[in-house]
């Protein structure tokens, strides 16, 4: 009985597979296997389901039913057909990069996908090649570097940036390097060589000549910039009557005009040489005032722990007419310490009156339309004391408005302090407030100062008490510029404490120097007489040693002494 009833089951099970079959549709095989899920023939039924499924998609011939098979058979027979087939549907109907970047990285690695990918990195290169945003060509050329257009968007990106490379020889050199190849670089490579040669006609440095004559061997102008620097140099040595340096230079070049007078000058000293050494010290008086040549080197004293040596550095770069001194003398203005700050904007406002009316406008214009991160205190203080102490009528309002947010976050002193110092020197607004919130600033950092002094010096603890002692220093002269009677109150009591504070370090060291901001003024005036003295002494003799200092020093000195009082 139990036989016969099992015979009957299966073969009700084979009919109606049969008939599954014979109708080959996804419902037909669903049916049977909701009612035969466990039976011979449902792993064949589920094949053929698949099948069904695919067959039925495959002839609608849409993504809805693609996407059907897919959720239902992830890794099915027909799978990899079916991703081909939705990748080429979305190809045909992509009309945007942005499309062509779905299908890319949607269907990756199939033959639509590397078709999508090889469109995209057309249609980009298209769009880096007709916009002016160099962001665009950076970042085709980080995707597609090996591209048939690379080059193209290459050389249009280099078009580009040679604007924004400047005309100083450090990014010149970069930009020539970065875009080897291009016809930019090659554009840059003539500004390069035109630099140079200015930086060497204006000022006629022997290491400024040999980077031109490596880098540009056949320039035309080398034979005229190497007499210059040649000339220079000799002129250098009879002004210092550097008998070394004038017998190194008469050996390089015996025919030159210059150097033959320079063998004069030697053979003049052999003969006499008490009379020269008197020479050479009278030309030393002679010199012109320069408190230091080199900008580079002030700047690491710029840094020093010690603000003695900060100041000096500051004193020195704000005589220098170069822009590069009013950078660095402008930098310190964003520091978080007020001796540094109330030094670095005094300076600064020297260096920047020393200049003329046209380049000091050009200057601040440049200032104010530089980039800067106000998320980053040290560069907003900056920006917003130039703002405030340089700018027209709506830049001092935004400056102002950039120090009192710096105040409320952190910079409450110098802050407040370059806020004051702005107005202070002609910018509007009212200082009653002003002047009350940055004496409580002040008495804040002279209480903590306080704190902060050893309550015993030691050889140890010298240094902390000394830049305690800095500190101090620069807050009693903040408190002179503050007319209000609580101010002088509060100045005569720091001034006592200040005074205690350098008895006791100099009772523990005896190398100690109480601060005191340089000043270079009184140096150049006593300069001034001696070197008067000094050419008049040389003038009033007639031999040829005399006659080739004061032929050296006079021309460049009388214009050097006219910018300086200027």
């Not at 002040?442 to 030691?458: G, I």
Request: glycine share 6%; proline share 4%; hydrophobic share 45%.
């Amino acid at each position: 009985m139990a036989l016969a009833l099992a015979a009957a089951l299966v073969g009700c099970e084979a009919s109606r597979f049969d008939a599954a079959r014979a109708a080959d549709t996804p419902a037909a095989y669903r049916r049977f296997l909701t009612r035969y899920a466990k039976g011979e023939r449902a792993a064949k039924a589920r094949l053929h389901l698949e099948g069904a499924v695919y067959r039925q998609a495959r002839a609608a011939d849409r993504p809805l039913g693609y996407r059907g098979y897919l959720a239902r058979y992830p890794q099915g027979r027909y799978a990899e057909a079916v991703r081909s087939r939705l990748a080429e549907l979305a190809l045909a109907r992509a009309k945007s990069s942005a499309d062509l970047e779905l299908v890319a990285e949607r269907y990756r690695g199939t033959a639509p996908a590397k078709k999508a990918q090889a469109q995209l990195a057309s249609a980009l290169a298209k769009e880096a090649l007709a916009s002016r945003r160099p962001l665009r060509g950076r970042r085709f050329l980080e995707r597609f570097a090996d591209h048939e257009r690379a080059s193209d968007v290459r050389e249009h990106l280099a078009s580009l940036l040679i604007g924004a490379a400047g005309v100083s020889v450090d990014a010149l050199e970069r930009f020539i390097a970065r875009w080897r190849g291009t016809r930019a670089a090659l554009a840059a490579r003539k500004q390069l060589g035109a630099r140079l040669a200015a930086l060497v006609a204006r000022d006629p440095q022997p290491a400024l000549l040999e980077h031109l004559r490596s880098r540009f061997p056949r320039h035309p102008q080398l034979a005229r910039l190497e007499a210059l620097v040649r000339g220079g140099q000799l002129r250098d040595a009879f002004a210092r009557l550097d008998l070394i340096a004038l017998a190194r230079l008469r050996a390089a070049s015996p025919d030159d005009d210059v150097a033959k007078r320079a063998a004069k000058v030697l053979a003049w000293c052999r003969a006499r040489p008490r009379r020269c050494t008197r020479y050479a010290a009278l030309a030393r008086q002679a010199s012109p005032f320069q408190p230091s040549r080199s900008v580079a080197a002030l700047t690491r004293a710029l840094y020093d722990p010690d603000p003695l040596v900060a100041w000096g550095a500051m004193a020195a770069l704000s005589w220098h007419r170069d822009v590069r001194a009013g950078r660095r003398l402008l930098r310190r203005v964003g520091a978080p310490r007020i001796a540094t700050v109330w030094a670095a904007a005094g300076y600064f406002r020297a260096w920047l009156a020393r200049l003329p009316s046209e380049r000091r406008a050009r200057f601040v214009r440049r200032e104010l339309g530089r980039a800067f991160r106000r998320e980053n205190p040290d560069e907003a203080q900056r920006r917003g004391w130039v703002a405030a102490a340089f700018g027209g009528a709506s830049e001092q309002s935004r400056g102002r408005a950039m120090l009192m947010g710096l105040a409320q976050r952190g910079r409450a002193l110098t802050a407040r302090y370059l806020a004051r110092e702005a107005s202070r020197h002609g910018a509007t607004g009212s200082k009653g407030g002003r002047d009350s919130a940055l004496r409580s600033a002040l008495q804040a950092r002279a209480r903590w100062l306080e704190s902060a002094f050893p309550s015993e010096l030691t050889k140890a603890s010298r240094a902390t008490a000394a830049l305690a002692e800095r500190d101090l220093h620069a807050i009693v002269e903040v408190l002179r510029t503050l007319p209000d009677q609580k101010s002088a109150t509060l100045r005569r009591e720091l001034s006592s404490r200040l005074a205690r504070w350098r008895l006791a370090l100099a009772r523990v060291d005896s190398t100690f120097k109480a601060a005191k901001l340089p000043s270079l003024h009184a140096e150049q005036r006593a300069h001034a007489g001696e070197r008067g003295a000094a050419l008049a002494k040389l003038r009033a003799r007639r031999d040829v040693v005399a006659r080739a200092i004061v032929a050296a020093l006079s021309p460049p000195n009388a214009t050097r002494e006219k910018e300086h009082s200027r």
